[in-house]
């Protein structure tokens, strides 16, 4: 399986703006379709996003349309989280993973990043 390390995370107040990185190792992503997915304290996993690798279609929860944005870099074997307008209920530890059918990951998770939405 794939190795997944996620970056970017960190303190923002709402309103704020953080990009989350993920970086592959193991084996290429070039072919699989990506997704984001995150876990407050307390609350299950949760599908937040994700992106294909046919036609680059994206799909977003409910929750975070139109404030977030899920994009690739094949050449660098990475997946981004461009995530504007953060809202408190946001705070989370988000985690990247292959997926198929667009919100079923199908790689053992990483350690994730931390994301903290605080005034």
């Known amino acids: 399986q794939v190795q997944l390390v996620e970056s970017g995370g960190g303190l923002v107040q709402p309103g704020g703006s953080l990009r989350l990185s993920c970086a592959a190792s193991g084996r290429t992503l070039s072919t699989y379709d990506m997704g984001w997915f995150r876990q407050a304290p307390g609350k299950e996993r949760e599908f937040v996003a994700s992106?294909?690798?046919?036609?680059?279609?994206?799909y977003y929860s409910e929750s975070v349309k139109g404030r977030f944005t899920i994009s690739r870099d094949n050449a660098k074997n990475s997946v981004y989280l461009q995530m504007n307008s953060l809202k408190p209920e946001d705070t989370a530890v988000y985690y990247c993973?292959?997926?198929?059918?667009?919100?079923?990951?199908?790689?053992?998770w990483g350690q994730g990043t931390q994301v903290t939405v605080s005034s």
């Open positions: 992106i294909s690798w046919i036609a680059n279609m994206t």
């Open positions: 993973n292959a997926v198929k059918g667009i919100t079923t990951p199908i790689d053992s």
